[in-house]
């Protein structure tokens, strides 16, 4: 709709994948595009990249990049771990809403 090639992949700002508004569509590739999801319905720590870690009885801390698993340590307190999260995160250039919430529509 603007005479310009496509990009790669279209990222949407809000992470609704149902909201197609121009203001909510940016030009993306892979990478860009999933450091900007929604936490998976499935977790149940409420806290992208954090689990519990019944083994060892305490939270454990990981993010994916470049599709690798960095492992970030384990921690007896889930705000530490949340931290070290979010430190992660942030020097890496990961969208700040990057898996906040659970998104709140189902994909075909």
Not at 12 to 20: F, S, V, Y
Not at 57 to 66: R, T, V, Y
Not at 85 to 92: G, H, I, K, L, Q
Request: glycine share 8%; hydrophobic share 30%; aromatic share 10%.
């Amino acid at each position: 709709m603007t005479d310009k090639p496509l990009p790669p992949q279209i990222d949407h700002e809000n992470r609704d994948g149902t909201d197609n508004r121009w203001c909510n569509l940016r030009a993306s590739n892979f990478t860009e595009n999933h450091r900007n999801i929604s936490m998976s319905s499935r977790n149940t720590s409420g806290i992208t990249g954090v689990y519990w870690n019944k083994e060892r009885g305490k939270w454990q801390a990981n993010c994916k990049i470049n599709d690798k698993t960095k492992y970030l340590g384990r921690f007896d307190d889930l705000d530490d771990a949340a931290r070290a999260v979010a430190t992660f995160r942030a020097a890496n250039g990961f969208d700040p809403g990057h898996g906040m919430e659970i998104a709140h529509y189902r994909a075909p």
